[in-house]
């Protein structure tokens, strides 16, 4: 027996709801310009954060950071940038470093529950690299580990 041509709409449609879905996932994760980088002798991908809404923003309301995947918030200059964990929704480690792309300082697995805390390095640094907890611990990024990209992006203030 022949499928009818109803039952082909309808698997079309439910198709076309299941990547339409997928899409969405996919699409509501990533949000800003993407790069592929090494860290720690692994490929990463890396979200940039050169606006004031997504520096603001960051990985917040993120159910999920996959192991491959970092944001790179890009600042005009070298400060002590502080970070907290407002609106997080899972565990981080976060990454200070420096204009030359070397790690300068690390704080591992930070708890949401941290917040309102806030945490800063001990020096100046002109990058700050968010990953999903444990990957510093996983793939030996210590002080002084390079994140290699073909170019680091920068902003004016």
């Known amino acids: 027996m022949e499928p009818s041509p109803r039952s082909h709409f309808y698997a079309i449609a439910a198709l076309l709801v299941f990547a339409g879905l997928s899409f969405y996932k996919t699409s509501s994760f990533i949000s800003g310009p993407m790069a592929i980088a090494e860290f720690g002798g692994v490929s990463l991908n890396i979200e940039y954060a050169t606006t004031s809404a997504a520096l603001e923003l960051g990985l917040g309301g993120r159910t999920r950071i996959p192991d491959d995947y ?88």
């Open 70 to 157: 970092g944001m790179l918030f890009v600042f005009p200059r070298d400060d002590k940038y502080g970070f907290w964990m407002k609106d997080m929704l899972v565990p981080i480690d976060i990454f200070w470093i420096n204009a030359q792309g070397h790690v300068v300082f690390i704080a591992q697995n930070v708890a949401t529950s941290t917040y309102p805390s806030i945490f800063y390095p001990t020096i100046p640094a002109r990058y700050v690299l968010e990953t999903t907890a444990g990957f510093a611990r996983v793939h030996g990024i210590a002080t002084g580990t390079p994140l290699q990209l073909k170019y680091f992006p920068s902003v004016t203030e």
